[in-house]
């Protein structure tokens, strides 16, 4: 049975990160220029947003105390973005009630994701709500520009291909975002420590959940 650690891995950086490189190039390789740069747009806005909030918290102090908000989820917003996408160019060629149903069981494995993060502590519900509405306004708004032009023609070689590099990556160690976020606080704020730093960030570097207080 698959473990809510399993779940959550699969919204990491690790895996993610190549998935929207392997959409990109299967757009290219479809010669689907103007879907390519609405792919690049779209994501890479939402990485930045995403990398925004967290360093104007570590950085800065700038969170929202009254709903435990400190940044985007990163998983929530990679799973929102990418899971729908794979699901709707697998089906690309089917029917539009089929196609629907991929996006619309895209968004609840990503919700299943976010889930995780709260269970596991590593974000807040606010978190993890607000970053799976921000990678789903990401997919849906694709999807969106996709029906409304010509089809691509995907390379289904190049497909099978990138799911295999994408199963080989689930095995790759985390990439260490957060002391990433932590070095570029740092830097672009000038300060000698950062300004703000939640016990969930702490445990998220550690790539662990935190451990459960017994009952009083």
């Known amino acids: 049975m698959l473990s809510w650690m399993g779940i959550t891995k699969v919204g990491g950086s690790t895996i993610m990160l190549p998935a929207a490189v392997a959409i990109a190039a299967w757009l290219l390789a479809a010669r689907a220029q103007r879907l390519f740069w609405a792919w690049c747009l779209l994501f890479g806005s939402a990485l930045l947003l995403v990398a925004a909030s967290k360093i104007a918290f ?24 990418i899971i ?7 089906f690309q060629q089917k029917t539009t009630a089929v196609r629907q149903l991929a996006v619309v069981s895209g968004m609840a494995f990503a919700a ?15 978190e993890a709500l607000s970053g799976w509405l921000l990678g789903g306004a990401v997919s849906l708004a694709f999807i969106w520009c996709a029906e409304s032009l010509p089809k691509p023609v995907l390379n289904r070689t190049l497909m099978a291909v990138s ?24 830097l672009l704020s000038g300060h000698s420590a950062l300004a703000a ?20």
């Open 112 to 126: 299943l994701i976010s889930l995780s993060r709260v269970v596991l502590d590593f974000h807040s519900v606010s």
């Open 58 to 81: 570590v950085g800065w102090g700038i969170g929202i105390d009254e709903l435990d908000f400190t940044g985007f989820s990163g998983h929530a917003m990679r799973s929102a973005a």
């Open 197 to 216: 730093e939640s016990r969930r960030h702490a445990v998220e570097k550690c790539c662990e959940p935190p451990a459960q207080l017994p009952a009083p």
């Open 84 to 90: 729908p996408l794979l699901f709707y160019f697998l």
């Open 163 to 186: 799911f295999v590099l994408l199963l080989a990556a689930s095995f790759a160690r985390p990439i260490p975002t957060q002391l990433l976020i932590d070095k570029a606080a740092l």
